[in-house]
């Protein structure tokens, strides 16, 4: 049941005007077609696999680097130990 906006009448829900003083009231339409702007087309998906991929690469690199870290300490340990003992430079 609803009510006639205009005089208040009581109506069926289905009534798309009042039968007492004739307003037409029913539904909005829907068919209402907003004007479509076009928008400029940018491609922000790819923007995020983009920035996914440097922080992919970043990650990538900062464990590149601790696996680098351990055998370049080790090897710069040999180094020395090898120029300490053995002195191939001619180092004093
Ligand atoms: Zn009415």
């Known amino acids: 049941m609803k009510y006639c906006p205009n005089c208040g009448a009581q109506l069926p829900d289905n009534a798309n005007f009042c039968s007492v003083c004739g307003t037409r009231f029913g539904a909005p339409q829907q068919n209402y077609q907003q004007p479509q702007y076009?928008?400029?087309?940018?491609?922000?998906?790819?923007?995020?696999?983009?920035?996914?991929?440097?922080?992919?690469?970043?990650?990538?690199?900062?464990?590149?680097?601790?696996?680098?870290?351990?055998?370049?300490?080790?090897?710069i340990g040999i180094g020395t130990y090898l120029l300490i003992q053995f002195n191939p430079l001619g180092l004093s």
């Open 38 to 75: 076009q928008q400029p087309q940018y491609q922000q998906p790819q923007k995020m696999t983009y920035m996914d991929r440097v922080r992919q690469a970043r990650q990538e690199q900062k464990q590149k680097k601790g696996q680098i870290k351990w055998w370049m300490w080790a090897l």
